[in-house]
């Protein structure tokens, strides 16, 4: 894949997606206790050198905070919830496994079951329409360091 391509991809996903240090409606604080987990685990992802951004779906479509009498209102049961993460991948099955064990704390502490989409850069332009609107007002919680080599990766906390 060449550089540029994955440039196009990312700059793509970004204009859609909000940056979680950015998002201020967090008030369940699923993508915070989400990026935390990332962020702990680190480590593991930057061994896999080809992840450069995960996004969560938009979590709060379902929810409505009342300001008045502080309280939540959750306008729909949600059992999953929809993890895309892009890179230059080709095998995906070590993705899969290190991330559901970095989200399974999500799991337990959330009752709710992260589903992971695993969208490589080719994959990505053979159907962009088709994730930018699934990914539409997501949350990017983690976006790995842009350099030549990618050897370095950054979690927003």
């Known amino acids: 894949m060449v550089v540029q391509n994955a440039d196009r991809v990312i700059e793509a996903v970004k204009e859609v997606t909000q940056d979680i240090n950015s998002y201020e409606q967090d008030f369940l604080g699923f993508y915070k206790f989400i990026a935390n987990s990332i962020f702990q685990e680190r480590e593991r992802l930057e061994k896999l050198q080809s992840i450069d951004l995960i996004v969560i ?18 306008k729909r049961e949600r059992e999953v919830v929809q993890v895309f993460i892009f890179g230059d991948f080709e095998g995906d099955t070590e993705i899969t ?36 609107e699934y990914i539409k007002d997501g949350v990017r919680v983690y976006e790995a360091k842009r350099s030549l080599h990618r050897d370095s990766a950054e979690v927003h906390s």
């Open 57 to 74: 779906e938009d979590l709060y479509k379902d929810y409505e905070q009342l300001e008045r009498q502080n309280l939540v209102l959750q």
């Open 97 to 132: 496994w290190e991330m559901s064990e970095i989200l399974a704390d999500f799991f337990v502490e959330y009752l709710v079951m992260p589903i992971l989409n695993n969208i490589s850069y080719d994959k990505f332009e053979a159907m962009p329409s088709y994730f930018l």
